[in-house]
């Protein structure tokens, strides 16, 4: 449930979360090289076709959400890429909705940065990166347990067993994203180089 849907949330909640997201995009596009479009369409791509594929979780469901491979390979660019992936995704399958269109994608971009943060602070390997993507899986489902626990206590059930059901998530995500970065390590290492689209370094 990384998609929060329309009339859930508060005016005041969703009102920051638009501003998060407007301020991420304008500092991700304002770093983002004409070179790096492609880079960035395939990711935004990547990230799109995720949420399709769903987890039976008890008598719900969870979808992948691949923001910390995103966050790896993109930097603040994530946000951009994730924008135009989650409006597509509201527009086309009715994921999450236009009013929360900005708080979604807060709640997955801004856990995308950090993740690419936690990985530069780290060796560049497979492992750090599966650890990496379960982070960003486990923040993503935190921050959707705050802004609904914002939005009303009577949401407070829902926060928790959001968190839970996306403890599997973080497995497979961290098995899918070690597997994907030991991939370009070894293709295509300047994919993760330090001046990722929209990362300060290089810049």
Request: glycine share 10%.
């Amino acid at each position: 449930m990384a998609h929060i849907p329309d009339g859930v949330l508060s005016v005041p909640v969703l009102a920051a979360g638009a501003a998060v997201t407007i301020a991420g995009c304008a500092y991700g596009l304002r770093r983002l090289e004409a070179e790096d479009i492609p880079r960035v369409g395939a990711l935004s791509a990547v990230f799109f076709v995720a949420a399709l594929v769903h987890f039976p979780v008890g008598p719900s469901s969870v979808h992948l959400i691949l923001n910390g491979l995103v966050g790896i390979a993109l930097g603040w660019a994530a946000f951009p890429a994730i924008l135009v992936a989650v409006l597509l995704q509201a527009v086309l399958f009715g994921f999450g909705g236009l009013t929360v269109l900005g708080i979604n994608v807060a709640i997955m971009a801004v856990p995308a940065v950090l993740c690419r943060l936690a990985f530069d602070a780290m060796r560049r390997t497979p492992a750090a990166a599966g650890g990496v993507a379960a982070l960003g899986v486990l923040l993503t489902a935190l921050a959707v347990a705050l802004v609904l626990t914002l939005s009303g206590r009577e949401f407070a059930a829902a926060a928790k067993l959001t968190i839970l059901a996306h403890l599997p998530v973080m497995v497979i995500e961290a098995a899918f994203t070690a597997a994907a970065v030991a991939l370009v390590l070894r293709v295509r290492p300047d994919i993760l180089a330090s001046g990722a689209p929209g990362a300060e370094a290089g810049r």
